[in-house]
């Protein structure tokens, strides 16, 4: 049974950062591609990003990039989300993902099998 578990949400100012960390239990996390979503009130969820199984694919959303940055240490079996120059309209709550192994070949969009709970970010302006 594969748990995820999210941490590091809070308040921040606009402008601020975030590491939002996601601790992955269960089988095998090197074998799963990771994303993060959010999904903020009376929207809904939308895509951030992602990493692939491999470390070698990385995606984020348009209105992401060059801001967020996910990464993944398979030592510890953790994926993160560090979020920096954060604005009003980042504020959601962010949900870690796992996409179990399909094959080498692997590719957007993410196909979540499983989700974390969420965790909240605030930006304040």
């Known amino acids: 049974q594969v748990q995820l578990v999210e941490s590091g949400g809070g308040l921040v100012q606009a402008g601020g950062s975030l590491r939002l960390s996601c601790a992955y239990s269960?089988?095998?996390?090197?074998?799963?591609?990771m994303g993060w979503f959010r999904q903020a009130p009376g929207k809904e969820r939308e895509f951030v990003a992602a990493?692939?199984?491999?470390?070698?694919?990385?995606y984020y959303a348009d209105s992401v990039k060059g801001r967020f940055t996910i990464s993944r240490d398979n030592a510890k079996n953790t994926v993160y989300l560090q979020m920096n120059s954060l604005k009003p309209e980042d504020t959601a709550v962010y949900y870690c993902?796992?996409?179990?192994?399909?094959?080498?070949?692997?590719?957007?969009?993410?196909?979540?099998?499983?989700w974390g709970q969420g965790t909240q970010v605030t930006v304040s302006s």
């Open positions: 269960g089988r095998t996390f090197s074998s799963y591609s």
């Open positions: 993902a796992a996409e179990a192994y399909r094959g080498v070949g692997w590719d957007l969009p993410l196909k979540p099998d499983y």
């Open positions: 990493i692939a199984w491999s470390g070698v694919k990385i």
